[in-house]
């Protein structure tokens, strides 16, 4: 089983930057993938970025060249790093990680963080 831990949500002025933090626990060699969603009032869930166990990144148009996600391997701890914030960019958001347990697919989500990005 694997547990997520998040943090870092808060409330910030347009142009600034916050960081998210996701640190798994628990059978961690099964993870594939680890990915931010987020989720605003009246809109659909969007995949911000992403982060596969090779390293390689995957992000939204929206948030190309403003956001960037990086993995701490020695703390198993991926963090998404986002500058130059929009109030677009307020929404919950959520990581989860996608991996194989048993040669079974599954999703872990977190609790999730409030972003808010004030104009």
């Known amino acids: 089983q694997v547990h997520l831990a998040e943090s870092g949500g808060g409330l910030v002025q347009a142009g600034g930057s916050l960081t998210l933090s996701c640190e798994p626990s628990g059978s961690t060699f099964s993870i594939n993938s680890l990915v931010w969603y987020r989720q605003g009032p009246q809109k659909e869930r969007e995949l911000v970025a992403a982060i596969t166990k090779s390293g390689d990144t995957n992000y939204a148009d929206s948030v190309k060249g403003r956001f960037t996600i990086s993995r701490d391997n020695a703390e198993n701890t991926v963090y998404l790093q986002m500058n130059s914030l929009k109030p677009e960019d307020t929404s919950v958001y959520y990581c989860?990680?996608?991996?194989?347990?048993?040669?079974?697919?599954?999703?872990?989500w977190g609790q999730g963080t409030q972003v808010t990005v004030s104009s």
């Open positions: 989860v990680v996608h991996g194989i347990w048993d040669n079974t697919p599954y999703d872990v």
